[in-house]
């Protein structure tokens, strides 16, 4: 989108290695870069969902320590990519300290540079920035794949829902875990 500020600054492993919830919040309005073949594909982080670890009965992770799950048990700042249906990519961000098993999905971005695909939902936006289990992780502080800041964050309205497709997980599928910038049209489901 023309008027967007360009990423500036590797946001530093010290940014997730805090609660869930905060990290899930504060990753609204950063970019996400991902350069392929030389050429940046960045994207605005406008929507996210919190994954707050083995209690969490909508976490991966609530099923234990596994081959898939094992990077979410940390550290932090890792890049933690799976496979849904057989066919779309989902990127979460490792989150909080090491053995905690906790991360936040990157559920849309509005598109900011070399991105000319939609990006609502997190099949989607991996699509647009060829994100796939290559990318499984990876270490968000690299100079190829990584989280984003401008120079001055703008201010905007925060809007908090459940979390969307998690019914399988009792009364966790109905606590307030998912975060939009209100009215951004990027958003994928209001």
């Known amino acids: ?55 969490d009965l909508a976490a991966h992770s609530a099923r234990g320590r596994t081959p898939r799950t094992d990077v979410m048990f940390g550290p932090p700042g890792y890049a933690y990519v799976y496979l849904i249906y057989g066919m779309h990519h989902c990127l979460n961000v490792v989150t909080e300290a090491e053995g905690h098993a906790s991360a936040v999905l990157i559920r849309a971005l509005e598109p900011v540079q070399n991105v000319a695909t939609s990006t609502k939902g997190p099949g989607l936006l991996c699509r647009a920035l060829a994100i796939d289990r290559a990318l499984n992780r990876h270490d968000l502080l690299s100079a190829d794949f ?25 009364e966790w599928a109905a606590k307030p875990l998912r975060f939009y910038v209100a009215g951004n049209p990027f958003v994928s489901r209001k």
């Open 1 to 55: 989108m023309k008027g967007r500020q360009s990423p500036t600054r590797t946001l530093p492993r010290s940014f997730y290695d805090r609660e869930t919830v905060t990290v899930a919040r504060e990753l609204l309005g950063q970019q996400i870069v991902h350069v392929v073949d030389g050429v940046p594909r960045v994207g605005r982080i406008v929507e996210t969902e919190a994954y707050l670890g083995v209690h």
């Open 146 to 170: 990584y989280v984003a800041g401008p120079e001055a964050q703008e201010s905007f309205e925060i809007v908090t829902r459940p979390r969307i497709g998690v019914d399988y997980a009792g």
